[in-house]
């Protein structure tokens, strides 16, 4: 089967400006995740959505960050304006369910953002 | 209060030998799965094995076992027969939650290196 896609794979841009990444998951798979990774870090969750809809984004810094996962499939995330800390691996990944018993999640390969 | 502690910022192993990598954490949620994940250097974080709170027996997948003491909160990974290959970051996580959602938080990861 098919792995989690995400583009772009690498973004620079300068702080202020506005970034969006995209992420289509693995078919069927009902839950989507987007975590931020910041260098020497494990990822954190930004945002969950079971469906179309969000199931968690509490940590998700929202003057700033939006996500939307429309027809319940593959997903944006959106950062505007851009701060120097955004700079960071973001990680899509999917699971069948939230529950992800045997299988865990699969990652996708990230967008690495640099903010200048 | 950190949910998910890795101590062990940077591990050493000789190939063919066996490692574990700690990972302790905390919740006060019966039901609970725990996870390891690789990331290689090319980014991707790849799925290892998965323990769930009731599981009676230490998962075990291939050459990944999971020292699982439930008294002691403790789940670490053990790696027998080191290859090249295993030089990795390794992150511990854990997923808790219910009703309202199921969360997966990542530990800080450890860097393993298997030398020659």
């Known amino acids: 089967e098919a792995g989690v896609a995400q583009s772009p794979r690498y973004k620079i841009i300068e702080k202020r400006q506005s970034v969006a990444f995209w992420c289509n998951p693995i078919?069927?798979?009902?839950?989507l995740y987007w975590y931020q990774q910041i260098l020497g870090q494990g990822p954190k969750l930004l945002i969950q959505f079971q469906n179309n809809g969000v199931v968690d984004d509490s940590q998700l810094p929202k003057d700033r960050f939006s996500a939307e996962r429309l027809k319940g499939v593959d997903s944006t995330l959106k950062i505007q304006p851009a701060k120097l800390e955004d700079s960071a691996v973001y990680l899509c990944?999917?699971?069948?369910?939230?529950?992800?018993?045997?299988?865990?999640?699969?990652f996708g390969s990230g967008t690495r953002l640099t903010v200048v | 209060a950190q949910k998910i502690t890795q101590t062990q910022p940077g591990m050493f192993v000789q190939e063919k030998e066996a490692v574990t990598l700690d990972c302790t954490y905390d919740?006060?949620?019966?039901?609970?799965?725990l996870f390891w994940y690789k990331q290689p250097s090319s980014g991707e974080m790849i799925f290892l094995i998965y323990?769930?709170?009731?599981?009676?027996q230490n998962a075990t997948e291939g050459r990944y076992s999971l020292n699982f003491q439930k008294a002691r909160k403790s789940a670490n990974l053990v790696i027998s027969a080191s290859q090249l290959g295993d030089s990795a970051m390794y992150f511990c996580a854990m997923r808790e939650g219910g009703t309202g959602g199921f969360k997966t938080i990542f530990g800080a990861g450890t860097r393993l290196f298997v030398k020659a």
């Open positions: 078919s069927g798979h009902a839950t």
């Open positions: 323990q769930g709170s009731y599981d009676q």
């Open positions: 990944a999917s699971s069948l369910s939230q529950q992800g018993r045997y299988g865990g999640y699969t």
């Open positions: 919740t006060s949620d019966p039901s609970y799965g």
